[in-house]
């Protein structure tokens, strides 16, 4: 099985730095553009079905790049974005409270404290776990091309996974994915490795998205 899980492309709520979660934003116009020239990057690759989460952002972004294959899609709320409760919507970086206490989800992994109505990077690591362990497991799987569309966290958490890192403190070692990034992942024999990470094949020199 070859796996080749995608970021999504860019909306109005990452350039202006606000924090997304659950919150259902669509691709903006640029976000758009960096999903098609994705899918052109990606024309000749075989793919066999689709697992994307339901979000919007990510659920574009996975039709763009499948462009006119004829595949199933499947909805996938395992690799759906973490949530961040109430502190969705809020200023990255911002100086209010909310703010300041979603910050160290980045900055300080460790002692984020998810809020009430949000979920915990542990739990995000359960979930997303949970989905590859399928993937890992489904016979029907084994000679499958899988597209599989999600979001910055959700990636990161099964890329940590399949790298051996369950760190919440070193969540973000390796950063955060750039939008519309392509990572390709072999499930074989009961081993699950990363062939090629972070492969873009977008024109556009899209800055590193900075966590602080």
Same mark, same amino acid.
């Given at each position: 099985?070859?796996?080749? +899980? ?8 990452? =350039? ?21 020239? $994705? ?6 690759? =075989? #793919?066999? /079905?689709?697992? $994307?989460? @339901? ?7 996975? #039709? +763009? ?8 899609? %499947?909805?996938? @709320? =395992? *690799? ?6 109430? %502190?969705?919507g809020v200023r990255i970086g ?17 002692? %984020?404290?998810? @809020?009430?109505?949000?979920? !915990?990077?542990?739990? #995000? %690591?359960?979930? $997303? ?16 091309? *899988? #597209?599989?569309?999600?979001h910055g966290a959700a990636m $990161?958490? /099964? /890329?940590? =996974? ?15 994915? @750039?939008?519309?990034?392509? !990572? ?5 024999n009961g081993k699950t490795e990363?062939? &090629? ?9 899209? &800055? &590193?998205? &900075?966590?602080?």
């Open positions: 099985m070859i796996v080749y +899980i995608v970021r999504h492309g860019e909306t109005d709520w990452n =350039r202006v730095r606000r924090v997304q979660g659950h919150t259902d934003i669509e691709l903006n116009d640029y976000g758009r553009k960096l999903a098609e020239e $994705t899918a052109e990057g990606m024309k000749e690759i =075989r #793919l066999d /079905l689709c697992f $994307t989460s @339901p979000l919007k952002r990510a659920k574009e972004t996975a #039709l +763009i790049v499948l462009g006119d294959r004829q595949i199933p899609v %499947y909805d996938e @709320p =395992r *690799i759906e974005e973490i949530s961040f409760g109430r %502190y969705e911002g100086e209010d409270e909310d703010s300041r206490a979603f910050g160290r989800f980045f900055s300080d992994t460790a002692h %984020y404290e998810a @809020p009430a109505d949000g979920e !915990t990077v542990r739990q #995000l %690591y359960e979930r $997303t776990g949970d989905f590859l362990h399928e993937l890992e497991t489904r016979k029907d799987l084994e000679d499958k091309s *899988i #597209l599989v569309s999600t $990161t958490a /099964l /890329l940590n =996974r399949i790298k051996g890192n369950l760190s919440v403190e070193h969540f973000w070692k390796d950063e955060v994915p @750039p939008n519309c990034s392509v !990572t390709m992942v072999r499930i074989e990363i062939l &090629k990470e972070g492969v873009i094949f977008y024109k556009e020199q899209v &800055k &590193k998205w &900075k966590t602080v």
